[in-house]
């Protein structure tokens, strides 16, 4: 990360891949914010599970005050429809 930026990682336990592509693809059209999926963590596959561990919203020099309210909205929205997620990480690069 370079300066002025910072990044969330965030889980909504036991969503499907296609939701959290959509939410990523959905968070990538906001204004100096960028999004990618990560691996769950465990090995073995399960239909109960997620394969995904959660996402990454990167927040670059362009992302202001209105497109982190956007990214609130929109996670907001989401959350209301899947249920809750929870921040795993935040890093703010200086």
Known sequence: ???NQSKDEIEFP???LAVYREIAAHLQQVDGVETGLYPAAYQ???YSHSQIGG???QYNQHANLVSRQRVAQILAYYQN???AFRKLNSVIAQ
Do not use: K
């Open 1 to 3: 990360m370079s300066q």
């Open 14 to 16: 036991g969503l499907p």
């Open 44 to 46: 073995q596959f399960d």
């Open 55 to 57: 996402l990454w919203i």
């Open 81 to 83: 429809r899947y249920g």
